[in-house]
Nanobody, 127 residues
Framework: QVQLVESGGGLVQAGDSLRLSCAAS????????MGWFRQAPGKEREFVAA???????GHADSVKGRFTIARDYAKNTVYLQMNSLKPEDTAVYYC?????????????????????WGQGTQVTVSS
């Protein structure tokens, strides 16, 4: 199985940027579709961005044009570049992995599809 550890969260002001990292161990991420989700206090976990094994990506409408997901096979790491942050982006951000041996090009946006999760990293955006 794969273990995921997120990092890069913090307290920033509106308009700032952050880059979250999700370091994987135990397995190579080349066999996994990867995703980022977030959960704000009192709200359900929601999709942020995902990337297929082939590199195709999808982003939630709320972050499109501001956030970008990317993967680095050499470092076995997935990133979430977050620009123009807004207070409503405040949440715990989770990285997730889904075994995708037979689904090379699918971008998974439903959290129930994912098999492995990290512990989360807090992002707080002040106004």
């Amino acid at each position: 199985q794969v273990q995921l550890v997120e990092s890069g969260g913090g307290l920033v002001q509106a308009g700032d940027s952050l880059r979250l990292s999700c370091a994987a161990s135990g397995r190579t991420i080349s066999n996994y579709a990867m995703g980022w989700f977030r959960q704000a206090p009192g709200k359900e976990r929601e999709f942020v961005a995902a990337i297929s094994r082939s590199g195709g990506a999808g982003h939630a409408d709320s972050v499109k044009g501001r956030f970008t997901i990317a993967r680095d096979y050499a470092k076995n790491t997935v990133y979430l570049q977050m620009n123009s942050l807004k207070p409503e982006d405040t949440a715990v951000y989770y990285c997730a992995a889904k075994s995708a041996h037979f689904s090379y090009s699918i971008v998974y946006t439903n959290s129930r599809d994912y098999d492995y999760w990290g512990q989360g990293t807090q992002v707080t955006v002040s106004s």
